[in-house]
């Protein structure tokens, strides 16, 4: 089965808008030929056996990673078994830095501030080598809302992307192990109510909320991305 851990919700003000992070990735993933399971980590839901799991998401969460809490803890514990097992694995926003945390990086608040909106993201040379990213131009515009960040990468990771405010927005661990800071599941629509949301926060960095919103925009390589990773998972046909 897929397993999709579930560390958070979205923001209150997206109630209008379907689904949540878990929801918003399966339908970015597109068509599955295998079960699907959503963990609640946060609300104290257990995490299945590994030998049961084919392929693992984290989404993205309004925890911290540094809060430290039994849960964030005890899920990194399983996450590093997940890999050191081999089995596939897409970490995104927080699940990206949760995932770097597991593997022995250091995650804590972005020296250069808030990311929010629609971001363009710089490819590293090794990303066209890479099973996930071959193929995507050296400049991607796609979708971002985070405080913290990956300060170090884990050792042994490779780093494949960056933006202006974002050192590390994409990492591989192994041949089987992604983490990305952008959320590849975020719709224009979705993206410009984190804007929003830090608007008071971004004016205090003299940042201007209402132009991060008008310069949102779409993205095609995030939803391309995660049908990329179910295919080299073994989730669709």
């Not at 993205?60 to 990673?65: K, L, Q, T």
């Not at 081999?86 to 250091?106: D, E, S, Y």
Request: charge should be negative; proline fraction near 6%; charged fraction near 20%.
């Amino acid at each position: 089965m897929l397993l999709v851990i579930k560390p958070g919700q979205k923001l209150p003000s997206l109630a209008h808008v379907q689904g949540d992070f878990d929801a918003w990735i399966l339908q970015g993933m597109g068509s599955l030929a295998v079960e699907t399971r959503v963990v609640r980590v946060h609300e104290g839901e257990p995490l299945p056996d590994h030998s049961l799991v084919r392929a693992v998401v984290i989404s993205g969460s309004g925890a911290m990673v540094t809060d430290g809490s039994d849960w964030i803890e005890s899920t990194a514990t399983w996450l590093r078994s997940a890999a050191e097992r081999g089995l596939p694995v897409l970490g995104i926003c927080f699940g990206h830095q949760l995932l770097a945390h597991a593997l022995g990086g250091v995650v804590g608040d972005n020296p250069n501030g808030i990311e929010v909106g629609t971001v363009t993201v710089d490819w590293m040379p090794g990303a066209r080598d890479d099973e996930l990213f071959q193929g995507v131009p050296d400049q991607t515009p796609l979708q971002a809302s985070h405080r913290q960040s990956v300060l170090s990468l884990p050792p042994g990771a490779r780093w494949l992307a960056r933006s202006l405010l974002e050192r590390h927005h994409a990492f591989a661990w192994g041949d089987h192990v992604w983490g990305v800071q952008f959320h590849p599941e975020f719709t224009p629509a979705i993206v410009r109510q984190y804007v929003d949301y830090y608007a008071e926060r971004l004016r205090a960095e003299d940042r201007d909320p209402e132009t991060l919103r008008q310069e949102v925009q779409a993205s095609e390589l995030g939803p391309r991305l995660l049908r990329r990773f179910a295919r080299l998972a073994g989730l669709s046909d």
